[in-house]
């Protein structure tokens, strides 16, 4: 009796170890320090089929069912997933089912002057449950409000985050120097919206204030701002109705501290080195000296 409960003892140890490595432990060539994208949308056939193919288990029946064990295919979050070493299927099935990513934070910097769309495909390419149309419907009315900078998101984070995270950045950016916009004599739309022009039309810090003051002056003269970035001035006069980008603080700084000077029109050269002129004739001569082929 007792030979027999050895034999059968020895015998359930020997099936538990062949059905752990022929079903639950990780694949020999288990590729280490493998980032796995969990596509938004993607169902649990479609993970399993992805971490079998990519050889990081070795049934995808073990996986499908391990994640019904840790929450459910409907609990599943779709992000990227770091795996560092060597795991077995549970321990896969259970950091896919509860979203432990164990990813660094995602870093993403917006270059001053995007717009709402070029900050969408920014977005797109580094998280994957951004959604690019619902961004641009629910940021509409933030053009001008987003302010330029590094970001560090998880992956997992959306469209409303990046908008929370953004604006809020901009009202920490803005808020002490309101008391220089309203000494300004402007309301902060003007400021926000010529800053905004102010980014495009410049090519560095050399001449931001000086476009800046050329620009206001020409809207205090009732004349149209004629600026390429904003293609609408050449046919009204004042500002853009709304930002055409979303400026930088040295725009805005620019933009709040325009520098007078006698002169009413600007270019740059195809190297970038601005030329001014008092009057159209004296910008005309710029014109055909340093942009012959325009």
Partial sequence: MEKRNIFYTGGTVIFAL???SLFLAAPADFPAGNIIRIEKGSNLRDISSLLKNDHMIKSRTAFEFFVLIFGGEKHIISADYLFDGKLPVFEIARRI???EQHMPPVSVTIPEGFNLTQIADTFTAHLVNFNKAEFLTEAESKEGYLFPDTYFFLSTDNEKNVIDSMSGNFTK????????IISSGKNEKEVITMASVIEREAKG??????ISGILWHRVSIGMPLQVDAAPETYKTKGLPKSPIGNP?????????????SPYLYY???KNGNI????????????EAKYLPSR
């Fill in 18 to 20: 062949l059905f752990y």
């Fill in 248 to 260: 930088g603080l040295l725009a805005i700084e620019a933009s709040i501290h325009p520098q007078s």
């Fill in 275 to 286: 030329h001014y002129a008092k009057t159209f004739t004296e910008h005309k001569v710029n």
């Fill in 205 to 210: 810090e050399a001449d931001r204030a000086i």
């Fill in 267 to 269: 270019l740059h050269d």
């Fill in 173 to 180: 950016k803005i808020t002490p120097i309101l008391p220089e």
């Fill in 97 to 99: 089912a509860t979203g």
